[in-house]
């Protein structure tokens, strides 16, 4: 069966000011379910890009389609539609407790407090939070607080969910957390977006790579087929001893 699109993006573009252009002309699309890696050398403009499809930041030209629906003009809904964990997810933690802190969005929206209890229920199974409900998010490691910010955007049931280089200032333990959540999110069928430029934890599980340079979209399409001209456009291929590692062996999942 085809996948339906739920993430369409039409010639797309964002700049400051007159001249200062950061997003020039950008296409591309996401299917239900689908996990994508959007990869640029710094300055690409990958995190602009998220800022415009969650509507914190409103494009001067182009659409944004959610769902068949035209919200270009409407960045309250998107805001709603799309979750985005920063990349400074410390930014998101609001509550005192953790399961306070899943439940705050839910609150705000007066979400049934049986809903918001079943909802909640849900992404702490599927994250492994359950142990650390009562624990002040404060106090828990760096991917553990990463998975509560995922856990905080899951629970509102957006559309798409997107990431904002999600293992940055993480140790070893804490980025395979956040991978094995992500890979737990895509068993699930969640639509996911990460925004990273360290492609060699993920790629294995990415069933397209959109690679952005200078605010414009270079390609999309098999993250192999993408792999072979990414370092034209300054973002690292890796290799061992020298020669390129196939897309499957791009894991730090063993």
């Known amino acids: 069966m085809q996948k339906k699109p739920v993430l369409e993006v039409e010639h797309l573009s964002f700049s400051i000011g007159k001249e200062h252009h950061i997003l020039r002309d ?3 699309s996401i299917n239900q379910g689908d996990f994508i890696v959007l990869s640029g050398k710094n300055g690409a403009g990958k995190s602009i890009l998220m800022r415009c ?19 270009t003009g409407r960045p309250k809904k998107r805001n709603r539609s799309i979750g985005l964990v920063f990349q400074d997810a410390d930014t998101q933690l609001v509550g005192q407790t953790v399961e306070r802190d899943i439940l705050f969005g839910l609150e705000n929206l007066n979400i049934p407090p049986k809903e918001r209890t079943v909802r909640m229920q849900q992404v702490i199974r599927l994250l492994g939070l359950a142990p650390l409900l009562h624990q002040r998010p404060r106090t828990l490691s ?12 899951l629970v509102m049931q ?35 977006l990460v925004a990273t430029h360290e492609i060699e934890k993920l ?3 990415a069933d397209s790579m959109l690679l952005l340079d200078a605010g414009r979209v270079v390609t999309q399409g098999p993250p192999q ?24 062996d791009l894991t730090w999942l063993n």
Do not use: C, W
Request: glycine share 12%; hydrophobic share 40%; charged share 25%.
């Open 53 to 71: 499809l969650k509507g914190l930041l409103q494009p001067d030209a182009g659409s944004i389609t959610i769902d068949g629906e035209d919200l």
């Open 142 to 153: 760096g991917g553990e607080r990463r998975r509560l910010a995922i856990a905080g955007v």
């Open 225 to 248: 087929q993408v792999l072979e001209i990414v370092e034209e456009f300054g973002v690292r291929r890796p290799r061992f001893h020298g020669k390129p590692i196939p897309v499957g």
């Open 203 to 205: 790629l294995a599980y």
């Open 158 to 192: 957006p559309h798409v969910i997107m990431l904002d280089e999600p293992f940055a200032n993480l140790d070893y333990p804490g980025i395979v957390q956040v991978l094995e959540s992500l890979v737990e999110l895509k068993k699930q069928g969640t639509t996911i």
């Open 26 to 28: 950008i296409s591309f």
